[in-house]
């Protein structure tokens, strides 16, 4: 344990509250790496603005708060689902006579609404965010090296992999750069359109998370409407994935037999386990099952003419895993350089952002009339007509349905056979 504590001792847990790239590598490094044997201090996420969701974790770290330690990661310091998730904790350490700003600590730009927020209420620290680091490359950052230093990864060997992968990766021969060679693979495989989507199978438990964090990586680097040149290209590459061999019994009778739309990428580790073997079968154990299922999927796949490319690690260790983010970090900006798009600006997440504010203002707006209105039942489009949002009535509909299903909000729904004739009422 660390030198620093908590109301009930030094810290044990460690709750880290952020969402996007501030959760999904944190998340995959934190699984790949962790063991309960060695770890140092048990992690827990709350990665998204699911009030129920934040109910599940803090059930999990139950009596323990006071010695849990609250990481908040946020480059802006303004995410909504992060500041959500840190007033939830902060609530739920009120609720335990606990003061969360003394369990708190904040990953954030200098300067920003957190940092404030944090100097103003003395946080134990607050590590900076560079400006430049976007959040689905900064695994590398402070935003991934403190949650797996407190977990107790070998943060010196998950840079030194990552090190070793950036050296050979700049060099300018495509046939001695991996990174090169699998943004070259990517645009033949789509024919430089992202015409088939890509499936990731690791054939190890602790790579599981690996096609997540995969996801944002590379769906929100390529997914773009508009070229460098302002042209409207809508590139993309769809990204999904499981486990092998989860895979046998989840969806490879489609990459077999169906629609021939994708490509595969094998992950293959060698190691089978740290601890001594179980030999299943006469001179076979279950790491050469798992071996046999990968080998086997990838010959049934070319079989059918479906496309694949392996990735061979040694083994998951700190070293490993760095270089593997690198290689795919090194890859997507490839990639992005052959298609002609910028990789590193989001401009459709910041839509969605904008349009959940927008949701919000409706939903105020809606909630004021039907408190002017009080025990005056009101049909949705009579509540559009008022507050002069006609556009918006299947909006207005969902958001009554929301605040009628919490009792706590007040809105009781008088149901009706055809949804939109449903009154509303606020008690």
């Given at each position: ?7 009930g001792?030094?810290?044990k ?5 952020g969402?996007?790239?501030s959760?999904l ?17 048990d992690v827990?996420?709350f ?7 934040m ?14 330690l609250?990481?908040?990661i946020?480059?802006?310091g ?9 007033f ?9 006579c ?9 990953v954030t730009g200098?300067?920003?609404?957190l940092d404030?927020y ?5 946080w ?7 400006d430049?680091?976007?959040?689905r ?8 090296l403190l ?11 998950l840079?030194a ?5 950036d ?12 990174s ?5 693979m ?18 190890k ?7 997540k964090y995969l ?5 929100e680097?390529?997914g773009?409407?508009l ?7 809508n ?10 061999s ?5 969806y490879i ?10 490509f595969?990428t094998?992950?293959e580790v ?7 073997l179980l030999f ?6 279950s ?8 080998l ?6 070319h079989e059918?003419?479906?496309e694949s490319?392996?990735?061979?690690i ?8 760095g270089v593997l983010?690198a ?11 052959l298609?002609n798009?910028?990789?590193?600006h989001q ?5 969605g952002k ?6 919000i203002?409706?939903?105020l707006n809606?909630?004021k009339y039907l ?5 005056q ?8 007509q ?5 556009e ?23 149901p009706?056979e055809n949804?939109?004739c449903a009154t509303?009422?606020k008690?």
């Amino acid at each position: 344990h660390g030198v620093v504590h908590g109301a009930g001792g030094y810290f044990k847990h460690l709750l880290l509250i952020g969402i996007g790239g501030s959760a999904l590598g944190p998340q995959f490094v934190s699984s790949a790496l962790g063991h309960p044997r060695t770890d140092k201090m048990d992690v827990y996420f709350f990665d998204n603005t699911d009030p129920d969701g934040m109910d599940k974790v803090l059930a999990e770290v139950d009596s323990g708060l006071g010695e849990t330690l609250c990481l908040v990661i946020s480059k802006s310091g303004g995410t909504k689902e992060t500041r959500n998730g840190m007033f939830g904790a902060q609530a739920a350490y009120e609720r335990a006579c606990l003061n969360f700003h003394s369990h708190a600590v904040a990953v954030t730009g200098v300067g920003s609404e957190l940092d404030r927020y944090a100097i103003k209420n003395a946080w134990l620290r607050r590590f900076p965010m560079w400006d430049w680091v976007g959040g689905r490359t900064s695994e590398l950052s402070a935003v991934g090296l403190l949650p797996a230093a407190l977990q107790g990864v070998e943060i010196d060997n998950l840079l030194a992999g990552a090190r070793a992968c950036d050296d050979i990766t700049r060099q300018n021969n495509v046939k001695t750069n991996p990174s090169a060679q699998l943004a070259a693979m990517w645009y033949h495989a789509g024919n430089g359109k992202g015409m088939k989507d890509m499936v990731i199978l690791p054939y190890k438990d602790r790579l599981g998370l690996f096609s997540k964090y995969l996801q944002q990586l590379i769906m929100e680097s390529i997914g773009k409407e508009l070229d460098l040149n302002g042209n409207v290209v809508n590139q993309g590459l769809a990204v999904y994935g499981n486990k092998g061999s989860t895979d046998q019994h989840a969806y490879i009778q489609q990459l077999r037999d169906g629609l021939n739309n994708f490509f595969v990428t094998f992950i293959e580790v060698l190691k089978d386990r740290e601890d001594q073997l179980l030999f299943v079968e006469p001179n076979v154990t279950s790491g050469d099952y798992l071996n046999g299922f990968l080998l086997g999927t990838r010959q049934a796949l070319h079989e059918k003419d479906r496309e694949s490319m392996t990735i061979t690690i040694r083994d998951v260790s700190a070293f490993s895993i760095g270089v593997l983010i690198a290689l795919y970090e090194r890859a997507v900006g490839y990639y992005a350089s052959l298609i002609n798009i910028n990789a590193y600006h989001q401009p459709g997440v910041e839509a969605g952002k904008k349009a959940a504010s927008s949701i919000i203002s409706l939903q105020l707006n809606v909630l004021k009339y039907l408190t002017n209105s009080r025990g005056q039942p009101k049909t949705v489009e009579q509540i559009a007509q008022y507050i002069d949002t006609e556009e918006d009535v299947e909006m207005i509909f969902k958001i009554c349905e929301h605040l009628a299903a919490n009792p706590d909000r007040l809105v009781v729904k008088a149901p009706h056979e055809n949804p939109f004739c449903a009154t509303y009422t606020k008690a």
